[in-house]
């Protein structure tokens, strides 16, 4: 596409100085920014300056009424500006209000990762969290959580381990603490472990077991949600959880979960039913990584299903 500065040079050799030419560009001299921008620069500009840059400043005028009007610009989602360039007056083009705060959106998307999440956690926020008495407690645990972290992310801070009965709001409390931390700049994956589970064991026929599993464990902060829901196997208990876990404690990365079962039950109810005779004892040092890594904060209230 020709640009307008383009086109009017051309126009203008071809009608130097006609009365159109001044008519219009006597409009471009009574612009409030033009005149703003002439008076700003008076000691670098004189009237030659002006007058070779009067394409620049008819092309200025133009894009910006168009912009004003709703009208389709040179530079779809930027603006014109002024500014000085070699002694003369150039137009330079930057993204729009709208424009940054699409990209800021884009990006504060890209730092949540999901894997089988309910879409509700898109849309969390914690301005919107309901704190009736029973939930306040949790709430202010994901705030200290959030500002301890954010104070010095580079130290090793607790994570939560979020337990209460089916639809008390856990997974709508993690996703709220994951969509503050991609607004201030931090990435966060979400996973529910269930589904997680059932695409490991699939991922071994493709031989994707590895690359799936590295990918989470090194998650700068990781969510496991609703670990316990399921009836583990001796395979994801030990191959799965524990490295991810072990992992993690090593390297002191933050680390979330939620569950409908404490973790006294998570022991004794999840990761302890396999027959064999090794489940208790494997199950314990699972549970010492857990402890390590979160702090327990249980969330009673009513279930807020709709159903
Ligand atoms: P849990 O994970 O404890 O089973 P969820 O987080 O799935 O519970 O929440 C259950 C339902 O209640 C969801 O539909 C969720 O959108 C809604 N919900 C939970 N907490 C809030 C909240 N603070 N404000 C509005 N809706 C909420
Ligand atoms: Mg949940």
Do not use: C
Request: proline share 3%; net charge negative; aromatic share 8%.
């Amino acid at each position: 596409m020709e640009n307008v500065s383009e086109s009017m040079k051309k126009w203008m050799d071809q009608n130097n100085q006609t009365a159109h030419y001044i008519e219009l560009m006597s409009d471009v001299y009574r612009n409030g920014d033009v005149v703003q921008f002439i008076n700003d620069h008076r000691d670098e500009l004189d009237e030659d300056h002006i007058d070779r840059s009067a394409a620049k400043l008819y092309e200025y005028v133009t894009e910006k009424r168009k912009l004003e009007n709703g009208e389709t610009t040179f530079a779809p989602g930027y603006e014109p500006h002024l500014i000085m360039s070699n002694h003369l007056i150039d137009v330079a083009y930057a993204p729009t209000k709208e424009t940054v705060a699409r990209e800021k959106m884009k990006s504060e998307q890209r730092r949540l990762k999901t894997i089988s999440m309910p879409k509700l956690v898109k849309d969390a926020s914690l301005t919107e969290f309901e704190k009736d008495e029973n939930r306040v407690l949790a709430l202010k645990e994901a705030l200290q959580f959030i500002s301890a972290f954010e104070a010095s992310p580079r130290t090793y801070h607790q994570g939560l381990y979020l337990y209460g009965s089916f639809g008390v709001g856990k997974t709508y409390l993690l996703g709220a603490i994951a969509n503050q931390l991609a607004h201030d700049g931090y990435s966060t994956t979400m996973v529910h472990f269930p589904s997680f589970a059932v695409e490991m064991k699939n991922a071994i026929a493709t031989n994707n077991v590895a690359d799936k599993l590295e990918a989470v464990k090194r998650a700068p902060i990781l969510m496991l949600d609703d670990i316990g829901a399921d009836s583990v196997s001796d395979w994801i208990r030990d191959e799965v959880l524990a490295v991810i876990l072990e992992y993690r404690m090593q390297e002191e990365l933050p680390t979330f979960f939620s569950s409908n079962l404490s973790m006294a039950k998570l022991e004794s109810e999840y990761l302890t039913v396999s027959k064999k005779s090794e489940a208790p004892l494997k199950a314990k040092r699972i549970m010492q990584r857990v402890r390590f890594l979160a702090k327990q904060v249980e969330m009673v209230g009513q279930n807020r299903r709709p159903n």
